[in-house]
């Protein structure tokens, strides 16, 4: 596959880890990724699934290799990353939903949330910065939330654990930007993965969407991939500690 031609959106040469990247929104990050020259690692814990994945991007001519680890283990991500050697461009995707009124969640609900949304994105970005501060140069994009602002019913652990990533983003933004790292974020709206589909299932839930968003559709995960490829190449180098939402003008009205 050839790179784009505009040099600042050129990733040629760079070595991208995509955590959570066996399908959605993370398989379609590395696609882009890929497709702007970067060599891409995709990450998820059903090795299976991710050797699917990358003989995807494979068979569409692009540079992949595959790295199963839970970004929950701090040990296993320590390992992972070790092995791994250079890596250039960072984004934490992994994300889970465990739907509950806070009244009745469980403490193992709230953590699991917790570890997986926002306690991954600190081990694994401590684990890659290392690299990236010897280096001098770096990118990570933490992959946020409508959530990371706002609240709904039900989902009071995600919208808690996305609020915390949006901060963690400029907390690196404050203690590694002078090492010419950039630390930004992505919020998507409503985008249709395995994720959300319980709710496009729901046709009430389906017609608020739909409605609420200006756009009046559902995002598709090719919605998000130019703001990702942005943030992972010069063309964003003086670009930090940002949040560019994604969601069709859901959050610019009411
Ligand atoms: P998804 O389809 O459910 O995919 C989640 C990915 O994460 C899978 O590859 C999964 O693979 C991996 N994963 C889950 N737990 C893991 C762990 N402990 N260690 C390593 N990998 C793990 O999710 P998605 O909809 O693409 O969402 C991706 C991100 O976007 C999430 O952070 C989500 O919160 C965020 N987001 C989504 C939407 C939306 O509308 N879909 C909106 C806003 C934000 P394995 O299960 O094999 O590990």
Known sequence: MSAPSLPSFDLTGRRALVTGSSQGIGLAFAR???????HVILNGRDSAKLDRAAAELRNAGHGVSVSAFDVTD?????AAIAALGQIDILVNNTGIHRRAPLAEMSLADWEAVLKTNLTSAFLVTRAVGAGMIARQRGKVINICSLQSDLARPTTGNYAAAKGGLRTLTRALCGEWAKYNIQINSIAPGYILTDLTRPLAADPKFDSWIKGRTPAGRWGSVDDLVGACVFLAAPASDFVNGHMLTIDGGLSAVI
């Open 32 to 38: 882009g990724l890929a497709a702007a020259g970067a």
């Open 74 to 78: 701090e040990a296993a991500v320590n």
